[in-house]
């Protein structure tokens, strides 16, 4: 479960953003209690546009992939990752610092690296098994500082690590089992693009093999008011004959052709009742479900398996433009799966990023799940929660007092008008 996530110089994030999933004194509906902890199930971030809500939930994803090692880097010579705020001196040319406070198998850790293209600079990882923070490791360049506890990180002692390298790497391929434990964890952190829904399309295709998986799918679709009765999966081997016709890079077609594995395309139908003139229904029509439904229903199918997975693993779900396409009462209904105990039983925790202002409602999320983020004079994004705003009561029409201006992250409009 996600305590706390911090950065500093990523992209338009210039000074330090801490974003917080621990609850507020006063929520007492959405929560749920992990150790002494009292978390959310959710959150929400709210912004103008370019105020750099999807950052946040990009560098959250980034920290992910430098902690998986997705780029690949193996060798001295390679360079890290790194996306620094461009539009000051400052910054262009310094170093970005991550740290997440989470707790794994009851376990609560802080790790965090600072680094940039070249090296890093700084790492660390503290463990709290009973209430009391203890050191694991610690490693500074400046300081030439590099600490392993010789007695609760044995599997880190006497190993060396190249300066471009995380050590929790080194640790993890030695068959540390701490360090495999804090790379298990980052993999329950998954990013998804509302605006581009149909890159999990094949994802959903694909769990709905597992009958039980497929069950609840269709559940979902069922009780969005959708139309559909069901949903066919079909596949069909695709002849080597026909790669040239498809929108496939030239080098993954070599390598098919080199292969000879067989190429399978997946479809997807709608099942619609049909209904004659006395509104009887005799029959179903199959709709090709990629051409033929409304972005919306599209966009609801292909989310449903990776909500549906987060939920049933206990995972953590980012997702930018949540609301793009959906109805608002879809998106309410979908949020509330995790606010709800009762189907939210492994204690997944879901942020996205929304303009819909019909969210902002007491009985949807608690001020301590709302975020903010406005940009500065410098352009620079600047996060904060609604609970740092004062005078603010849960009896508070949130959306109202938003659209007003009172809690800012609203775009300033100048005059729209047209010479000539």
């Not at 590099?146 to 993890?172: A, M, Q, S, T």
């Not at 479900?289 to 779900?317: H, V, W």
């Amino acid at each position: 479960m996600l305590i706390q996530f911090t950065v500093d110089n990523f992209c338009s994030i210039k000074d330090q953003a801490v974003f917080s999933m621990v609850s507020g004194s006063a929520n007492k509906k959405h929560t749920f209690t992990e150790r002494s902890y009292k978390l959310l199930p959710s959150s929400v971030i709210y912004g103008a546009n370019a105020s750099g809500k999807s950052n946040l939930l990009k560098a959250f994803d980034f920290m992910k992939s430098m902690v998986l090692n997705t780029s690949k880097v193996f060798q001295s010579t390679d360079s890290l990752p790194h996306k620094p705020f461009l539009l000051s001196t400052e910054t262009e040319q310094a170093s970005s610092t991550f740290e997440a406070i989470f707790i794994y198998d009851e376990i609560k850790y802080r790790y965090g690296f600072e680094a940039d293209n070249k090296a890093v600079y700084s790492e660390w990882l503290f463990e709290d098994r009973k209430g009391k923070e203890a050191k694991l490791f610690f490693r500074d360049t400046d300081s030439s500082e590099f600490y392993v506890n010789p007695e609760k990180f044995k599997e880190g002692r006497g190993l060396k690590v190249l300066e471009n390298h995380l050590f929790i790497w080194k640790c993890d391929q030695e068959g540390g089992e701490i360090s495999r434990s804090i790379l298990k964890w980052f993999t329950k952190i998954n990013l998804l693009n509302g605006m581009q829904p149909t890159d999990y399309m094949r994802y959903t295709l694909e769990q709905m093999k597992n009958v039980d998986f497929r069950q609840a799918i269709l559940q979902l679709v069922e009780a969005a008011d959708l139309g559909i009765k069901d949903i066919l999966v079909e596949e069909a081997e695709v002849p080597h004959s026909e790669l040239d016709n498809l929108p496939i890079p030239k080098e993954i077609k070599a390598l098919i052709q080199t292969d000879g594995s067989p190429l399978v395309r997946m479809g997807v139908k709608a099942l619609h009742q049909k209904r004659n003139e006395n509104n009887e229904v005799i029959g179903t029509e199959e709709f090709d479900l990629t051409q033929m439904e409304s972005e919306g229903t599209k966009k609801y199918f292909c989310l449903s398996a990776p909500f549906i997975d987060s939920l049933r693993r206990g995972n953590i779900l980012l997702i930018d433009e949540l609301d793009a396409s959906l109805h608002p009462m879809l998106t309410m209904a979908l949020i509330s799966m995790f606010n709800n105990p009762k189907i939210n039983t492994k204690n997944a925790q879901l942020v996205f990023v929304t303009h819909d202002t019909n969210l902002l409602n007491s009985n949807l999320f608690h001020k301590s799940q709302i975020w903010f983020t406005e940009k500065d004079e410098e352009q620079s994004t600047r996060l904060n929660s609604l609970v740092e705003y004062k005078n603010v009561r849960d009896t508070h029409n949130f959306e109202k007092h938003y659209i007003q201006g009172k809690y800012g992250a609203i775009p300033y409009l100048g005059e729209f008008a047209l010479k000539g």
